[in-house]
């Protein structure tokens, strides 16, 4: 079945970095679309950028210019770099693919 391990989330200052990974399994990865998702508390889950087999990407207004996902077929692996973070950046961050979810990776931009 499909598997969506996030990791990388943590706490960082405002205008910091950070980078999310998203291992996968369970499927042809280099096949299928990935995307990524963020649920701030109170707040609906929300499309942040997504990736498609062919590595064209697109973005949410509200991330356009500081986010960068990529994607590494050899590791079965989508990336999400996040620069000039900002405190409403803050959120859950979802991998998802094929109806499937990951447990997401907390990110908190505080100073």
Known sequence: QVRLVESGGGLVQPGGSLRLSCAASGFTFRFYG???????????RELVATITSGSSTNYADSVKGRFTVSRDNAKNTVYLQMNSLKPEDTAVYYCHTLESWGQGTQVTVSS
Do not use: S
Not at 34 to 44: E, L, N, T
């Open 34 to 44: 990935m995307a990524w998702y963020r649920q701030a508390p109170g707040k609906q």
